[in-house]
């Protein structure tokens, strides 16, 4: 296989991948007919062209931040997370659960214990697959599967029969108090003066972004990130150096769930303020994306979540002004995975064609 | 042993077999084949002896067509043969058993005979005459295995003959055997030779790849010896004698030479008493080990790979459990509990330089820093706090670490795998080393490390020692234990074979003992306790010469 | 619950079972290989698009089903192309071809509908018409079990008795035939296939398009059968509930049958709480039937009910070695 020097592999793979992305998506906006030029013109503008768009992209961003770190921690075990989703969703329960717990006063009391509930929910929804691999085998990847599925069953069981208030018509919960409310960006002093307009953005994005530091640190700066990563590298290598298997295991997947099931903040708490259906609305998907084209490190996946949210608000654009629907950002995700996760070794031997092939052989 | 080679040739009036001329075959760097030439006689049993990483796997995988000659050419039957795959290899009526079975597990004994050698697209018709055809096969040649068994269920040395009747019911005049008694009993190696006799009286020809000297004294009639790649001699079997051998597979090098005082051994600080370990199929790997090392002494462990060195080192590094008495510093180890693993054995203070360097000892992608920290991560010098992690001070350590060990290039942030081997195995041993261990576990020091390193790693090692450590070493290169050790433990098939101190050893006694036979070479070794296995053994392959 | 009650809900539970069957046999041939397909959701997502769009552009459901077929097929090389050729990440490939399909059959839908990413509403010969079974007409006056006949095995669409047909096809060609022969192997130790001198990638490759196939034949049903005519994720999960039968099913064709029509049976009486409750004489939340077959394939797969043992070399590229 082709050796290319390590600044390509972190930059050059994902922008490569991206580009083909980009270039297949545009092949096929022109095969339905429309214009590939319009399209990014739209996605843009709709999507970083004002402070407005900004305040959708960075909302949409926040959420793709938790769902990527999500899968970046249990990535670093080699543990392929695609649960997010589900334990997102469970997140959301716990938020709600404490909003609607008690009348909060105000949003800084209600925060620190909405998310508490939300990353021990998520928590929660990951330790059954983490056991089940750890001790008995059973392969995550398809254990997550389903429990995304029995997630959402449960969320709406609960929704349709046990927490909607009576008289209401659609599957959520009552309306949080306005003391859980979180403030936006447009609420916020002096950022308010930049984003002049009501946007969902909400002070989540700090907590995302202080999670993305706090995920650094873990992955790089603390015992358990070390064993992590360790064992993620090579399991017998863990095993000589006495890290235990199913402790690293556990822990990833906790802490995996907890950032998934912390990403509900953002949506239920500080934009929908109350729970619905579906809340995540394939953000634990899109974390996927979010880590293979962040290469797995917390800057690559704030980097990612941003171009993801303006791949997310872009397209929404897209879908209103244009005639190219809204699920082309889907497509693009799914290529993206594709590119970044499954074809990458394709990829890297494109690049090796510009590296000077130096064939290096293993005895 | 130029009269052996021209012994090999003069053959020619027999028709030949196999005939590979030059064959060269390189892996990157590693040469794994040079140039070699072989004859087999048609309806002989040919051995071909070496150690481990000789290259006679290699060799016989060019032969089957799993991998390509870079240069040479092969006949078979005297006409010239190239084989591009292993399709063409069972054209030309080779067939292969090999060290890992390639079988399907959960296939009956008929599908996997029959499989890619189907007469039609139907099953029915192909496994009807399969099943006809091994009982033909079964009757001629004691290759008896039930037809409808399901391979998971057989023992390993029915499984081999499954291998055997694969080859013979796709028409193999040929069958080449890849170590093929490692796995088996004594009993079902015997019934194994049987076969294989049956096999030749039937006009087939069969190649033996192993190490053992007792199948080649056994069962061959003419027999080469690899060492390193190279052929270096092809003789007859029945002109030539266990000694001889041995000697032609260890060779004769120039003994390196380690400057070493004489050992002061003190208070006992390892003591194994009947220490068994089963791998996960449940094969006894370790049967019954007592063995006591002192501080200051260098205990060297002398061997064939796989006879057990791996499973004594990982099992006293905590890395697979074991049943047993292993007493460190009068304290008793925990061999299956909650603190069998390599972060309590560290404690203990064992400190463990793996065989493996590449999948155990490291973490290729991680730093040479990060290295460093492997398995002492939780060392409270490298900790900043409670919670975080002193990277500048592992940083640090590692910068003195590599100028101490003068690693090259001496750059702490470099990923492990862009160091050579020898390099690579310095960070090890500067981490391990410098833990100041009570017990230095060390296996295979110098495996693919530059003749430079080698005398500055070997000189770490005495040092350890002199500063009154004990050291466990296991290396297959004998060299290196004869010149390194105070006494020396020769293992063979999960036993001790024999120990005694090193200045009496010599290379042709222990070369007998690590391929598991006693006889006057071993017992003219003074001071050896040699185990009453060992002659044994001698006795049942009534070796001539 | 009445008879006829219970007739009708066997009756949709064959109809609701077939696409389950059809995608869970397809995953069957990919993973036998050794392949791991979790983007079975996705080829029948093509498919019903694919043949929705055909049938209703042409008026005929073979055709449909032809072009279901191939965007399956097409899918399903995109997936071999990267786990057989470039040894990629099986499980990463799956997820996202899943998602690639999930968007670009709306964008196809869409650019030639222009109907909010559904295909125009199918009829008559564009959808796969109801079979009646010979002598069901005569049988139907058989107490009990001619009213079974007549009423739930008869009067399906063609793919359904293809579908049924898969079942001992599948197990024939799987068990009986050298290619199956070979399949298993490749599945469980691909070495051995090599060294007895058969292409690896050849098969795997093969068994690629034969899952491909089977979606595709899943996907035409679900747009010209189940339901007439394709619309947004009108999938719903069936492709993991498929995967999810196929790990109940041990990856073996009439276990795979029984899981499918179990599953289909839960999803029938999802449609009816009313019989449910009757039946049971409380209310059984209709997600607790929805997660049902997802709580079984787990508590199989931690191995309580006996072990699921995938193919060994699942999810393995192959590697030549010694």
């Not at chain 1, 953000?283 to 949210?309: C, E, K, Q, S």
């Not at chain 2, 833990?435 to 090692?461: M, S, W, Y």
């Amino acid at each position: 296989m082709a050796r290319i020097p390590r600044w390509a592999d972190l930059v050059l793979v994902p922008l490569i991948s991206l580009l083909l992305a980009g270039i297949i998506s545009a092949l096929v906006i022109l095969a339905i007919g429309q214009s590939p030029k319009e399209a990014l013109t739209t996605m843009v503008t709709g999507a970083v062209g004002s402070s407005y768009a900004w305040g959708y992209t960075l909302y949409y961003a926040t959420s793709f931040m938790f769902t990527g770190l999500a899968v970046t921690v249990a990535f670093h075990g080699s543990l392929f997370n695609i649960g997010g989703e589900g334990q997102a969703q469970l997140g959301g329960l716990g938020v709600a659960l404490v909003c609607l717990a008690v009348p909060w006063p105000h949003w800084t009391l209600a925060l620190p214990m909405a998310m508490i509930a939300g990353a021990l929910f998520g928590a929660a929804w990951a330790a059954i697959p983490a056991y089940l691999q750890a001790r008995r085998g059973s392969h995550i990847v398809i254990t997550t599967i389903m429990f995304n599925y029995i997630g959402a069953a449960l969320i709406v069981y609960l929704l349709v029969n046990v927490l909607r208030p009576p008289g209401q018509m659609d599957p959520a919960t009552a309306r949080f108090p306005s003391g859980a409310a979180l403030p936006t960006l447009h609420d916020l002093p002096l950022l308010g003066l930049i984003f002049d307009k009501k946007i969902p953005a909400n002070v989540t994005l700090f907590v995302a972004l202080i999670a993305c530091w706090l995920v650094w640190l873990l992955l790089w700066r603390t015992r358990l990130g070390y064993e992590i990563r360790a064992f993620g590298r090579s399991e017998p290598a863990a095993r000589y150096a006495g890290i235990s298997p199913f402790r690293v295991t556990m822990l990833a997947m906790l802490i995996s769930g907890a950032l998934a099931g912390l990403m509900s903040i953002n949506n239920v708490m500080g934009e929908s303020g109350r729970l619905l259906q579906n809340s995540s609305e394939g953000a634990g998907f899109i974390g996927i994306a979010v880590a293979l084209m962040g290469r797995n490190h917390p800057i690559g996946v704030f980097l990612a979540a941003i171009l993801f949210g303006i791949l997310y608000q872009g397209g929404a654009e897209i879908g209103l002004w244009t005639s190219i629907p809204i699920e082309l950002r889907t497509v693009v995700q799914g290529l993206v995975i594709l590119f970044t996760g499954a074809l990458d070794h394709m990829v890297r031997m494109m690049l090796g064609v510009f590296f000077r092939p130096r064939r290096i052989e293993v005895a | 042993m130029k009269g052996g080679i021209a012994a090999g040739r003069q053959e020619t009036a027999a028709p030949l077999a196999i005939e590979l001329r030059g064959i060269s075959k390189a892996f990157g760097t590693v040469q794994a084949n040079k140039d070699i030439s072989i004859q087999v006689a048609k309806g002989t049993i040919h051995g071909i002896i070496g150690e481990n990483g000789a290259g006679k796997s290699t060799l016989m995988s060019i032969l089957y067509g799993f991998y390509k000659a870079d240069s040479g050419d092969i006949l078979i039957n005297g006409t010239p043969t190239t084989i591009p795959d292993s399709q063409a290899a069972i054209r030309a009526g080779i067939g292969m058993v090999f060290q890992h079975f390639k079988l399907v597990q959960n296939f009956s004994v008929l599908e996997n005979v029959i499989l890619g050698a189907e007469d039609g697209a139907l099953l029915r018709p192909s496994l009807a005459k399969a099943r006809k055809v091994l009982a033909d096969l079964a009757r001629e040649y004691e290759l008896e295995v039930h037809p409808d068994a399901v391979i998971e269920e057989l023992s390993v040395g029915h499984q081999q003959r499954v291998e055997i009747l694969k080859a013979l019911y796709r028409h193999a005049d040929i069958l080449i055997l890849d170590e093929p008694t490692g796995v088996l009993t004594p009993a079902e190696a015997d019934h194994l030779f049987r076969i294989l006799r049956n096999l030749k009286e039937q006009g087939k020809t069969v190649v033996l790849i192993t190490h053992k000297l007792r199948e080649i004294m056994e069962i061959t009639d003419t027999v080469s010896v690899m060492r390193r790649g190279e052929m270096t001699a092809t003789v007859r079997t029945a002109e030539t004698s266990p000694e001889q051998l041995a000697e032609l597979m260890v060779g004769r090098k120039v003994l390196l030479h380690v400057p070493k005082g004489t050992a002061k051994p003190g208070r006992r600080v390892l003591e194994i008493k009947d220490l068994r370990v089963r791998d996960v199929d449940g094969v006894e790997r370790l049967k019954g080990i007592d063995l006591s090392i002192r501080a200051g002494e260098i205990l060297g462990i002398a061997g064939v790979a796989g006879n057990g060195q791996t499973e004594l080192l990982q099992v006293l590094g905590g890395i697979t459990q074991g049943t047993g008495t292993v007493i460190l510093n009068d304290k008793s180890l925990d061999l299956t509990g909650k603190s069998s693993d390599g972060q309590s054995r560290r404690r203990d203070g064992i400190s463990h330089v793996p065989e493996d360097r590449q999948h155990l000892g490291m973490i290729m992608d991680f730093t040479a820093w990060e290295n460093v920290a492997f398995g002492y991560h939780n060392d409270p010098a490298y900790q900043k706090n409670r919670w975080l992690m002193d990277n500048g001070a592992i940083l640090e350590d590692t910068k003195g670490k590599m100028e101490r060990f003068d690693v090259r290039p001496p750059i702490p942030t470099l990923q492990a795998k862009s160091f050579s081997g020898g390099n690579q195995q310095k960070i090890i041993l500067a981490r391990e080393i410098e833990r100041n261990p009570d017990l230095l576990l060390v296996g295979q020091p110098t495996r693919g490390v530059d003749i430079g390193a080698i005398e500055f790693i070997h000189k770490r090692i005495v040092a350890l020692r002199d500063s009154g450590k004990a050291v466990l070493l296991v290396s297959v290169e004998l060299d290196e234990i004869m010149s390194l050790s105070d006494r020396i433990a020769v293992m063979f098939d999960g036993h001790l074979m024999g120990i005694g101190p090193a200045e009496s050893a010599t290379q042709v006694g222990l070369g007998c003992l690590m391929a598991g036979l006693g006889g006057a070479d071993t017992r003219a070794m003074s001071g050896w306790d040699i185990s009453a296995a060992a002659d044994e053994q001698r006795l049942s392959t009534g070796t001539r010469g | 619950m009445d008879y006829a009650t219970l007739l009708q809900i066997l009756d949709s539970t064959i109809r609701l079972a077939t696409p389950l069957l059809l995608a869970c046999l397809a995953g069957l041939y990919s993973e036998r290989s050794g392949i791991f397909d979790i983007g079975l959701e996705g080829k029948m997502l093509m498919a019903a698009m694919s043949t929705g769009a055909v049938a209703a552009l042409t008026g005929s459901v073979w055709i449909g089903l032809l072009a279901g077929i191939s965007g399956a097929v097409l899918f399903a090389l995109v997936h071999g192309v990267a786990s057989i050729t470039f040894r990629g990440n099986q499980l990463i490939s799956g997820v996202a071809l899943n998602f690639v399909a999930s968007g670009i059959t709306v964008l196809i839908a869409q650019s030639l509908f222009r109907q909010g990413g559904r295909t125009p509403p199918l009829s008559g010969e564009a959808r796969f018409n109801p079979i009646t079974l010979p002598f069901a007409e005569a049988l139907s006056g058989v107490p009990i079990l001619g009213p079974l006949y007549s009423e739930v095995l008869s009067g399906h669409g063609a793919l359904v008795y293809i579908a049924l047909l898969a079942v001992p096809v599948t197990w024939w060609v799987l068990f009986r035939t050298r290619f199956g022969l070979r399949l298993r192997a490749v599945g469980e130790n691909p070495a051995s296939v090599d060294t007895a001198g058969i292409s690896v990638i050849r098969l795997r490759y093969g068994a690629v398009v034969i899952t491909g196939i089977l979606c595709g034949l899943a996907g035409a049903y679900m747009a010209a059968g189940l339901q007439a005519g394709f619309g947004k994720e009108m999938t719903a999960g069936r492709g993991y509930i498929a995967l999810a039968a196929l790990i109940f099913a041990k990856w073996r064709p009439w276990y795979a049958l029984m899981a499918t029509l179990l599953f289909g049976f839960f999803q029938a009486l999802a449609l009816r709480p009313d019989v449910i409750k009757n039946t049971v004489g409380f209310d059984v939340p209709v997600p607790a039937l929805d997660a049902l077959p997802y709580i079984l394939t787990v508590i199989v797969l931690a191995g309580f009910v006996g072990r699921a043992i995938p193919p060994r070399a699942g999810g393995e590229p192959y590697v030549k070695e010694r």
